[in-house]
């Protein structure tokens, strides 16, 4: 999965008055948009995330300010520096995702593929790991 990772360039409609950008379901991102929710008021040190999903696709956006996003699918690990509003973050099913190093006032935003479905969570480290089949 984690060569499907990749940063999506968001249309942007610059203008002098403030700049635009937009995102279509299918169109921009590779699904349908089901869901939107946002992080905010991080505070300073704080990590998000620690999860991977079973189903799940995502595009993360730094909508304000910056934030670092370590993915891990348990054959490799890479990091992303997320810190423009027109770049997203593709993640596809089943990698473990980690957000930190958070500047203060920034905003997550997050799309996502399907509605709020806690079974879709792996929360354990290791049982990912172990169902992925890479026995650490
Ligand atoms: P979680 O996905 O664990 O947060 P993060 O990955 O950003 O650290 O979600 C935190 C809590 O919010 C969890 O108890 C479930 C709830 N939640 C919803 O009810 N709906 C949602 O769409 C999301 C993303 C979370």
Known sequence: PLDQVRIIQLPRVQDPRGNLTFVEGEQHVPFDIKRVYYLYDVPGGETRGGHAHRD??????????????????????????????????????LIWRELENFSSGSVCLVLASLRYDEADYYRDYDEFIRDIGCQP
Not at 67 to 82: H, K, M, P, Q, S
């Open 56 to 93: 799940l696709e995502q595009v993360l956006i730094a909508a304000s300010g910056s934030f670092e996003v370590v993915l891990d699918d348990g054959r490799a690990r890479r990091t992303f520096l997320l810190n423009r509003p027109y770049h997203g973050l593709y993640l596809p099913r």
